[in-house]
């Protein structure tokens, strides 16, 4: 956490940007930003193959983002197809942490309540060292008292918002092969590797960080940012001990924490720095010794918590992101094809708000075509600008500000170090404006 002398140092442009300026913090980092050619693999041409069947909105990937916008264009009676490669919902992972603009979402939605009975609420946060010492806590409510906190279990996310779905709303095993433009119809045409051939509206690339649809649309590749995590779900089966709280550890170039996510289960974290994001390791047990390797001389309460995490739901990632530069990268929407959450702007998960941003995304994006396609206020391609403009002045900071904090967080000199722990943390630390990027008016649909 960081005082508020810190947290000036990674002040963002004001929200109220949009792709016509071009201010000093564009001319400073500009120049140096070059972004990677892409090998678009899907082309657009005018297309005369056959087409299985025609819908108005075609949504791929059915992850947070994808199955939150159907939902919210359902709730406003706009039909959609989500298509997903996977031959079923994504049940592993771990969980992921909601703030309270999450959860105004999901009461827009209609599925918050469902989703408190089943996670425990976060109270407060406490800030130790590696070897156990604790310099700070803070309570939410003290310092917000609207401010709510839940960890969410990923697979229980999106099980909750397809449970929501009219039935067969989601098509699984259907892999996007190729994008085409119809130049007649102006319509968008996907194929897909199954050789199932739709026309489609308007298209809603929810279809995570290696978006195919990003990339058709001329997006750089996401930049990886110097650090990678392990991150994984235990289970304590008679109970876990741990109070409602989140728990962060900070050593040198490593940092971990965890955080309760139901009377038996805990998220956990480690964030290490390191040159390059290395091969993949896919191997649960291989990745959890790494784990341990990590942190074995820090408090035992991490260890043991990472020691009961099954394999399933341990993963490692190399942590990435993707700032969306005004005037070079590209726009949100092209044509009738629109990104939203992870395919638009992947961030790294040291503000949390990953989550919360495609589900800010989903509701801004369904109200928008709702009024283009149902109620004729402007043309589709314009309700899509709109979106862009709009949440480009949201994304943009908070991307930029989450790789700092990372970076901050991360810190490996040990004189710098021991003055964080020292001083820093202890004496002026506050949570406040950490917590700024929380405050999202989500109306109702």
């Not at 001389?297 to 990472?306: A, K, M």
Request: hydrophobic share 40%.
């Amino acid at each position: 956490m960081f005082s508020k002398t810190l947290s000036s140092l990674i002040t963002i442009p004001s929200p109220t940007l949009n792709h016509q300026r071009v201010d000093y913090f564009y001319n400073k980092f500009i120049p140096s930003y070059k972004p990677k050619k892409v090998n678009k693999i899907l082309c657009l041409s005018k297309s005369n193959s056959e087409i299985n069947g025609k819908e108005q909105v075609v949504i791929v990937g059915a992850g947070i983002a994808g199955l939150a916008t159907s939902l919210a264009l359902h709730r406003l009676g706009i039909p959609s197809i989500v298509v997903e490669q996977s031959d079923s919902l994504r049940t592993g992972g771990t969980s992921l942490t909601l703030f309270k603009n999450g959860w105004r979402v999901l009461d827009v939605l209609g599925i918050g309540d469902k989703l408190r009975a089943q996670f425990l609420q976060i109270e407060g946060l406490s800030l130790k060292t590696d070897e156990g010492k604790e310099l700070r806590s803070f309570e939410f409510k003290d310092v917000d008292p609207s401010q709510e906190v839940r960890a969410v279990e990923r697979r229980v996310l999106l099980q909750t918002l397809l449970d929501e779905l009219p039935s067969n709303s989601v098509r699984f095993s259907s892999k996007l092969a190729k994008i085409e433009t119809d130049q007649r119809t102006a319509e968008t045409q996907l194929e897909f590797t199954n050789g199932t051939k739709l026309s489609a509206k308007v298209v809603i690339g929810c279809d995570g960080v290696r978006s195919q649809i990003a990339q058709w649309m001329g997006f750089p590749e996401p930049k990886y940012s110097g650090h990678c995590a392990i991150r994984g779900l235990a289970v304590f089966n008679e109970g876990q001990p741990h109070q409602p709280r989140v728990k962060y550890i900070y050593g040198r170039g490593i940092r971990a924490g965890f955080v309760p996510v139901s009377p038996t289960k805990v998220y956990w974290f480690i964030c290490y720095n390191r040159a390059s994001p290395g091969p993949k390791v896919t191997n649960p047990q291989e990745v959890k010794r790494q784990a341990m390797e990590l942190v074995k001389n820090w408090p035992s309460e991490l260890l043991n918590t990472i020691e009961l995490t099954p394999d399933d739901t341990i993963i490692r990632s190399a942590l990435e992101d993707r700032w969306l530069w005004p005037v070079i990268t590209p726009p949100v929407s092209k044509g009738g094809v629109v990104l939203a959450g992870d395919a638009w702007h992947p961030m790294t998960p040291n503000l949390g708000q990953g989550g919360c941003c495609a589900l800010e995304d989903s509701i801004v994006l369904a109200k928008k075509l709702s009024g283009a396609m149902k109620y004729g206020q402007c043309p589709v391609e314009e309700a899509m600008r709109s979106y862009g403009n709009e949440r480009w002045g949201r994304i943009f900071p908070l991307t930029i500000r989450a790789n700092f904090v990372g970076g901050l967080l991360q810190w490996e000199n040990p004189l710098v170090c021991a003055v964080r722990n020292s001083f820093v943390i202890p004496k002026v630390a506050q949570i406040g404006p950490l917590l700024e990027h929380t405050n999202f008016a989500c109306e109702p649909l």
